[in-house]
């Protein structure tokens, strides 16, 4: 009989520890404070709610290099808006056309309107003068039409000079670049320079020995720049690219054929 009341005692015993050890006491509890969300305003109004009309005019007022190409990062609706045609400088003939807005008579008159990151689109029909023309800050040069040889650039200047200066990252699609005997239609300084789908064009002299339709003028001490070229043709001079030794020529690729040759092929 003492035996068993000696273990019941045990029993309560225990019982008492273990709730003292894992109980927890009414008064050692703290009640945090409740997280109220704000509810959104029913009148407040998102800038996703806007029509692509009101959009477009809200993104002019922004820098296309690196705002508009920030923007685009957002969603695909951004991506597309930024890249829709009402955004690009165009450069047209017709007289109706100049009363518009981000339309010029000149590609020299676009370039200077121009920001960085800006796309400059050429009417088709006819050439457009390039002389004297200097991208100083990235720009994207188009044509209009799919026809290339509808869409030119010509540099009626002298035998010497180029067709378009390239002082920065340019890229050049769709576009046929003319220039004169031992001149060059494109004159690569520093940056990145990319053509695709364009045809280039010297036009005969006797001395095309001397002459090329790209000419490097990269810094002598370090390396400023890269040249991508894309599916153009190259027709003229005696070498499709002058540059110098330090310069390695990569991935090069050329199709002949009846109307010129078209190349593929990097400048680093």
Not at 72 to 95: G, I, M, P, Q
Not at 241 to 250: A, G, K, M, T
Request: with cysteine; aromatic share 8%; charged share 25%.
């Amino acid at each position: 009989m003492a035996d068993s009341c000696s273990e019941k005692r045990k029993l309560f015993h225990a019982s008492d520890v273990w709730k003292q050890a894992f109980s927890c006491p009414s008064k050692r509890t703290t009640k945090h404070p409740r997280i109220v969300r704000a509810t959104e305003d029913s009148t407040s109004v998102h800038l996703d709610n806007f029509d692509d009309t009101v959009l477009l005019r809200i993104f002019r007022y922004l820098t296309p290099l690196p705002d508009l190409f920030n923007i685009a990062l957002v969603c695909r609706r951004f991506y597309e808006l930024k890249n829709d045609e009402r955004l690009w400088l165009t450069v047209t003939h017709r007289s109706q056309q100049l009363k518009l807005p981000r339309n010029f008579p000149t590609l020299k008159e676009a370039v200077n309107s121009s920001r960085p990151g800006d796309t400059i689109v050429l009417e088709a029909g006819v050439p457009h003068d390039v002389s004297g023309v200097c991208v100083r800050w990235p720009l994207h040069f188009m044509g209009s039409s799919p026809v290339l040889s509808s869409t030119q650039l010509v540099c009626p200047g002298g035998q010497c000079e180029a067709g378009l200066e390239c002082w920065a990252s340019c890229r050049i699609t769709n576009l046929t670049i003319r220039a004169n005997p031992l001149a060059c239609c494109l004159r690569h300084h520093k940056g990145r320079l990319i053509l695709e789908g364009c045809a280039l064009r010297n036009e005969s002299h006797p001395l095309d020995h001397l002459c090329s339709p790209i000419r490097v003028s990269h810094d002598s001490n370090k390396a400023t720049g890269r040249i991508s070229v894309i599916e153009t043709t190259i027709e003229g001079g005696s070498k499709a690219i002058s540059c110098f030794d330090r310069d390695r020529l990569q991935q090069v690729r050329v199709i002949y054929s009846r109307s010129g040759c078209t190349f593929w092929f990097e400048v680093v």
